[in-house]
């Protein structure tokens, strides 16, 4: 594993992608502090394809609602990384409507960078499990549909203390995931059918059944996908309270 920790602001965008393209030959890379936007940069193009990378950890800054480039530049990340098989994205918020942007704040944030068309992540097909720690996840999931819908062979998902929405009144804990269950209500127009595991951390108060209801549509209902659900503490005490739920087939 090959650890960089960068400190925020400390060099321009030029120098860290020129020093994250250096390392083009790494299996295990793992990125802290940087500035996304530096894979915007020109130079950033200059290096070969990461052909050997299979584990990438990224943590990097919150983005706002019109922090489309930072996305964008995520993708270019990604299309240079195409035999990723494990994907851990540390604290990226995200919220959405990324397609809503004032053209004349941004432009004030990509410095030297240049610009990129559309938005879309490349379709990782060796791309076996993905981690998301961290995430503001109450724009109806838009970033994690994002990447479910570029990752067809996924078969483990991590959801770890991310922001959901706030549950609403009524029952609590099982009654609700049987509700969600039932109800079916989200229907995403994509599949992830090879999901065998996914793992979700949450906080008191928060709507996982919503959550649990989305990643039975993303599985196609196979009973293959088992839901593991933990709830934790606000303080994140040892104190859990764990529950299994096998899906419907």
């Given amino acids: 594993m090959v650890s960089v920790s960068i400190l925020p602001g400390r060099f321009s965008q030029r120098y860290e992608a020129m020093l994250i393209g250096s390392l083009f030959n790494v299996m295990s890379l793992e990125l802290r502090g940087f500035d996304v936007m530096a894979m915007l940069d020109k130079e950033f ?60 704040e941004n432009m004030s944030r990509l410095k030297g960078a240049r610009p990129v068309v559309g938005t879309e992540f490349p379709v990782l097909k060796k791309l076996r499990t993905l981690i998301m720690y961290g995430y503001d996840l109450c724009d109806d999931f838009q970033l994690l549909r994002h990447c479910l ?73 196979s009973s293959k996908n088992i839901i593991k659900l933990t709830m934790v503490e606000d303080d994140l005490t040892d104190d859990e309270d764990d529950e299994v739920a096998d899906l419907p087939a």
């Avoid at 050997?52 to 950890?57: E, K, P």
């Avoid at 078969?155 to 995931?177: F, H, N, R, Y």
């Fill in 45 to 104: 193009d200059k290096f070969p394809m990461f052909d050997n990378l299979r584990t990438l950890s990224l943590l990097f800054g919150c983005l706002s609602k019109r922090d489309v480039h930072k996305l964008q530049a995520l993708g270019t990340f990604l299309q240079k990384s195409l035999n990723l098989e494990k994907l851990t994205l540390d604290y990226f918020l995200y919220s959405g409507s990324f397609k809503r942007l004032e053209q004349k």
């Fill in 149 to 221: 819908r570029h990752s067809p062979n996924l078969e483990k998902l991590v959801i770890e203390c991310c922001k959901l929405p706030e549950a609403s009144a009524g029952g609590k804990g099982k009654t609700k995931l049987k509700e969600a269950y039932s109800q079916f209500q989200i229907t995403p127009r994509f599949k992830c059918l090879k999901l065998k595991s996914t793992e979700i951390k949450y906080e008191d108060g928060n709507n996982v059944g919503e959550l649990v209801n989305f990643l039975v549509g993303v599985s196609g209902g």
